[in-house]
């Protein structure tokens, strides 16, 4: 415990009051929440960057939020690498047929040979898809749903459910059904994945290697071609 000058006993940091609040469910753990789940999925990167700064003002641990320090950060790199790539890949040749999504996405087809758009379209995947929407819909929100509903079995299959059923629904209005139903399947994966792990690294590499794939499958016009490597 630290002294004031007039040798008054000062609070020690966890007793923060504005920690405390920030922390807690009252109107300004309310508010910051809200905030954060409403401005994390439309202007990324800035939802991650505030996911940050809740922490360090909350004085919320780093790994309470997913970061943790991996056991291995190489195994954690490939892993993650070698998982994105083939995700989407599973997803793009059996998963999304299967549910009837087009051959290519029109969304994003404006990237096909599109160079200049690329450099771009890369930041927005690392920054924002791998390293924003895993801050928000996974460390942040299982933080404070696991506040709520607690972390027991049950209640972790629903927030993995709740989040990935969001991550679908802000998809959506951009790639409509096929983008949301996509999202709702990653959602669900990477969710699993962060609830028996509870560290970001992984979900966040294979996160960023599952879009750059989709982003080199869409620039040399290959979308069709594995969209049909086993449905023909």
């Not at 998809?171 to 999202?183: F, I, N, R, T």
Request: proline residues 7%.
């Amino acid at each position: 415990m630290t002294t004031t000058r007039e040798g008054a006993s000062a609070p020690p940091r966890s007793d923060d009051p504005i920690a405390r609040a920030l922390r807690g469910f009252g109107p300004l753990g309310i508010l910051t929440t809200l905030v954060i789940f409403a401005s994390g999925p439309v202007l990324e990167p800035l939802g991650g960057l505030l996911v940050l700064a809740w922490a360090w003002r909350s004085r919320t641990p780093w790994p309470e939020i997913g970061f943790a320090r991996p056991r291995s950060w190489t195994l954690t790199v490939a892993v993650g690498i070698v998982f994105g790539i083939a995700f989407k890949l599973a997803m793009k040749a059996i998963v999304m047929p299967l549910l009837g999504a087009p051959d290519i996405n029109p969304a994003y087809h404006y990237l096909a040979g599109n160079s200049a758009a690329v450099p771009g379209m890369m930041f927005d995947i690392v920054a924002g898809a791998g390293f924003a929407e895993e801050a928000v819909f996974r460390g942040f929100a299982f933080e404070r749903l696991g506040k709520l509903f607690g972390r027991g079995r049950a209640a972790t299959v629903l927030i993995v459910v709740l989040t990935s059923v969001w991550f679908g629904l802000v998809h959506y209005p951009v790639q409509k059904l096929p983008g949301a139903e996509q999202a709702l399947i990653t959602g669900l994966v990477f969710g699993t994945i962060y609830a028996f792990t509870r560290r970001l690294w992984m979900p966040m590499i294979a996160h960023t290697a599952f879009d750059l794939t989709a982003l080199w499958l869409i620039y040399w016009n290959l979308e069709a071609r594995v969209a049909h490597l086993i449905f023909r």
